[in-house]
């Protein structure tokens, strides 16, 4: 069966800091290119960042832009969100999503990915 999964989301204070993973199981990962998105409550799912198969490219939405960091390892089938200097804003259900290429003008878009996962709760709140 192949899957997405996200791990890691909790609730931080504003100013912490949270890593997400998202791990693949049923096909590999290194062969697409992987996205990260975010649904707050009342509001559509946007886009936050993504990155190459290979990990040479990265893009980040300007609200996350200095604040947050994609990265993967092939080896463990797994893509990263580091997230730093959290805000109450960035409140959200976190979704990672796996597409079969990668270009700047498309990787925003929802229909461009064909694997989503479950998604994981983030929380930033004193």
């Known amino acids: 069966q192949l899957q997405l999964v996200e791990s890691g989301g909790g609730l931080v204070q504003p100013g912490g800091s949270l890593r997400l993973s998202c791990a693949a199981s049923?096909?590999?990962?290194?062969?697409?290119?992987i996205g990260w998105f975010r649904q707050a409550p009342g509001k559509e799912r946007e886009g936050v960042s993504c990155i190459n198969s290979g990990g040479g490219s990265t893009i980040y939405a300007d609200a996350v832009k200095g604040r947050f960091t994609i990265s993967r390892d092939n080896v463990k089938n797994t893509v990263y969100l580091q997230m730093n200097s959290l805000k109450p804003e960035d409140t959200g259900v976190y979704y990672c999503?796996?597409?079969?290429?990668?270009?700047?003008?498309?990787?925003?878009?929802?229909?461009?990915?064909?694997?989503w996962g479950q998604g994981t709760q983030v929380t930033v709140s004193s």
């Open positions: 999503a796996a597409a079969p290429g990668f270009s700047s003008k498309v990787m925003w878009r929802e229909a461009t990915y064909n694997y």
């Open positions: 049923g096909f590999t990962l290194g062969y697409y290119a």
